[in-house]
């Protein structure tokens, strides 16, 4: 797996859109960007999965460059319910081995 | 759909007393995984089992046991707990489809274990 990097916490208020960006510089051609997110005392859940360009669904955006040695998730509109923990991870398909790194902390205040 | 279940979800153990974490899923996913949270730390992979028969090592596999009983249950087993083993357990299964990009994990709701 590609290693990845994201800040360790981001605060914000509600309403606000929240950016994480996570650099992953030895991507491979076949790789893609998957986020996850976490809430205190469950397990983490699907976000969004992008390859390249712009991908878009009814929780999030993920940008990705052309070089795709970065993405950034966004979350618009925050609440206090998105203050959770953020995951980025980079893989392909036969990728048995997922593992996830510290993750961003966002805590959304009022 | 019940996904990903785990039991128990709470556990205490002494040092030296052993037990089996169990994780089923409906979804009839091939894949199933097991990880470990420490406090304020992400997920670090334990054993996962690509497919019902397979199984292999993880990040940190030193302590447990598994075993994919068939496609729908994978279960942790800690023969000698010790106190480092003190974390919340998750077990996942991975979804089978048929498009590009790697398959979505879903998880259960975790397991906290203490072990004194």
């Known amino acids: 797996l590609a290693k990845t990097t994201q800040p360790i916490s981001m605060d914000s208020y509600e309403g606000q859109e929240v950016n994480i960006t996570c650099s992953h510089n030895n991507i491979a051609t076949n790789d893609y960007i998957t986020w996850y997110q976490q809430f205190p005392s469950q397990g983490p859940r699907f976000i969004i999965q992008g390859y390249k360009t712009k991908v878009t669904n009814e929780v999030a ?47 959304v205040r009022a | 759909n019940a996904g990903v279940t785990q039991t128990p979800k709470f556990q205490v153990l002494k040092t030296g007393q052993s037990m089996t974490l169990q994780c089923a899923q409906d979804m009839n996913h091939n ?67 048929f498009r590009a990009g790697p398959e979505k994990l879903f998880f259960g709701s975790g397991t906290q274990l203490s072990v004194l």
């Not at chain 2, 470990?36 to 292999?56: C, F, H």
């Open chain 1, 61 to 107: 955006s993920l940008f990705i460059p052309a070089d795709r040695k970065s993405s950034t998730l966004s979350l618009p509109r925050v609440s206090l319910s998105d203050t959770a923990v953020y995951y980025c991870l980079v893989g392909r398909d036969n990728d048995y081995k997922l593992s996830f790194g510290a993750g961003t902390t966002v805590t």
């Open chain 2, 31 to 97: 894949s199933m995984y097991w990880y470990r949270q420490d406090p304020g730390m992400g997920l670090r992979l334990i054993y996962y089992s690509a497919s019902e028969g397979t199984t292999d090592k993880g990040e940190v596999p030193n302590g447990y046991n598994v075993s994919r009983l068939n496609k729908r249950e994978f279960s942790l087993r800690l023969e000698s707990a010790a106190p480092s083993q003190t974390s919340v357990y998750f077990c996942a299964s991975r979804e089978t489809k």
